[in-house]
């Protein structure tokens, strides 16, 4: 399928975890294919977050919610296989090249990019609540406080429910 193919290409690019890669998803899932809506999606991604575990796990939420449980493991698989068999491949060529000025090049140069790509995932996210100015500001306050305090994530996260249980 189609969401394979993607999935497993998005996983290359993936630097800084799942959530780095949701505005691209988002596009294919949601806006070109239509296989969800904005909401839907939006709302598989909180649920994989609630959860216990990586937030890989919204890929097979996805997978599952477009195609069923066999489409929800292959997904999982299709985003995780691509991604760690570079993961190897690139921790063994930065062995090869300990203190090679290239290495801590690239290193810094990637930092930047993952937190560009998960402030577009927020912002992506922020869309797929269908313009419910409480639950941006919510967003914007959440963003904020994990920027500016020490703030528990728990607490954010409580705030964010409470907010969206509410609006």
Known sequence: MELLGHLAVLSLVSVGGAHAVLP???????TEQAWLTGTQFTTLVALSQAAPGPNVLVMALIGQQIGGVALGVAALVAFCLPSSVLAYLVAR??????????????????????????????????????????????????????ATTRASPLLLIALGAAIGAFA
Not at 24 to 30: A, F, I, K, Q
């Open 24 to 30: 691209d998803l988002y596009r294919v899932v949601v």
């Open 93 to 146: 060529a930065d062995l090869r090249a300990a203190g090679a000025r290239w290495a801590r090049a690239v290193k810094e140069g990637l930092a930047p990019v993952t937190v560009g790509l998960v402030l577009a995932s927020g912002f992506v996210l922020m869309t797929g609540t269908g313009g419910n100015w409480a639950i941006h500001a919510a967003g914007a306050a959440a963003a904020i406080l994990t």
